[in-house]
């Protein structure tokens, strides 16, 4: 699979996973501790056009001050953000999206293929998050899980100096590859308990 079509074969995933969460689960609690499904669905509609404007090589501000300032009082949140998501898909499918050099909500440059890399990783832990939040089991391609997880190996550390992952939680080498990929950001792949990632 080439890397133009991680992203969208991602997405697919993550559009299930929104249709299949009800409207009264919005309150239920995910596996990033200081996350419900509300807060989550805000997260991810903050952050959406700034992943989407990346692949364009685009500066593009959030669609409100702040995460909890995201409204989901008016219209369907649930296509929303599968219309986002697919915004998303589709600006990463272009091969230009994955070159040279880019920015996600600040003026820092990096290089496209990390940002894509980080992209795809956001939207396949964030789907986990929503599923495992909301009872339902998604599944993935083995190239998208294989690429996110080839992509969190030398980065992981990173994310935890930043703040964007809890600590690792140990797995065993020959867990499943997602639960692999959960451990190496935090998350406890198994349902007994909730790690304290974002």
Do not use: N
Request: aromatic letters at 4%.
């Amino acid at each position: 699979m080439s890397r133009e079509q991680l992203i969208p074969r991602a997405v697919k995933t993550a559009v299930e996973v929104v249709g299949g969460t009800k409207p009264d689960q919005l309150g239920a609690p995910t596996p990033c501790s200081e996350y419900d499904v509300r807060a989550l669905v805000h997260h991810l509609l903050f952050w959406g056009p700034s992943l989407e404007g990346a692949a364009r090589k685009e500066s593009v501000p959030p669609p409100a001050a702040a995460e909890p300032d995201v409204d989901l009082t008016t219209g369907d949140w649930a296509a929303t953000l599968t219309a986002q998501l697919h915004r998303t898909a589709d600006a990463w499918s272009a091969p230009g999206a994955w070159t040279g050099t880019t920015h996600m909500g600040g003026p820092h440059e990096m290089p496209a293929e990390l940002v894509g890399g980080m992209v795809l990783g956001e939207v396949v832990v964030h789907t986990w998050d929503l599923a495992r939040a909301t009872g339902q089991a998604p599944a993935w391609d083995d190239d998208v899980l294989e690429q996110v997880h080839r992509d969190l190996v030398p980065t992981a550390q990173m994310g935890r100096d930043m703040g964007i992952y809890g600590p690792e939680v140990p797995v065993p080498a020959d867990a499943p590859l997602i639960h692999r990929i959960l451990g190496l950001s935090g998350r406890q792949p198994q349902p007994a308990s909730a790690a304290p990632v974002t």
